[in-house]
């Protein structure tokens, strides 16, 4: 129970700073992605059990505060963790390149996801000019702070 309630506030914490600290402080393409490094790390360290669910939910708050079309990150980010949790097998996840290398990898790919979904199913226009030119910045922040929060290990973590 005492590991859940330390996830929870880990969690917490990065919705704190993700969403209020950190967009007063740094301006729009540096700011980092915290919750992206979070499903990275799920997908890549944690158990199956609830972890594809946590990656969903995590997305689903991103997607109420950022203003952007509710399940758009969502979706996203349960396409990054369920690519991450089959290549999980098949890779030493105790690298820290490969972790740095995977969140600027899944950064990419989130912006990607959501470009492409955007386009098919918005009919705003200018969709591409608001997230082109933020997206190696952005990718490469998010790279820093998970190099950064390498070592740091969630309580319920398994070995795989």
Known sequence: MIAYLKITGIVLAACL????????????????NLLIILVVYLGLKAPHRLAGLAAFALGLLQDSFSGMYLGLHAFSYLC???????????????????FVLVVFLATVFSA?????????????????????PALIPQALVNALIASLFFGVRLPVEEAR
């Open 17 to 32: 700073l993700q969403m209020t600290l950190l967009p007063r402080y740094l301006l729009d393409p540096f700011q980092p």
């Open 80 to 98: 990054i963790y369920l690519l991450l949790s089959e290549l999980a097998d098949r890779l030493y996840t105790d690298n820290r390149l490969l």
């Open 112 to 132: 990607a996801l959501n470009l492409l979904m955007l386009a098919v199913f918005s009919v705003s226009q200018g969709v591409y000019a608001s997230l082109l």
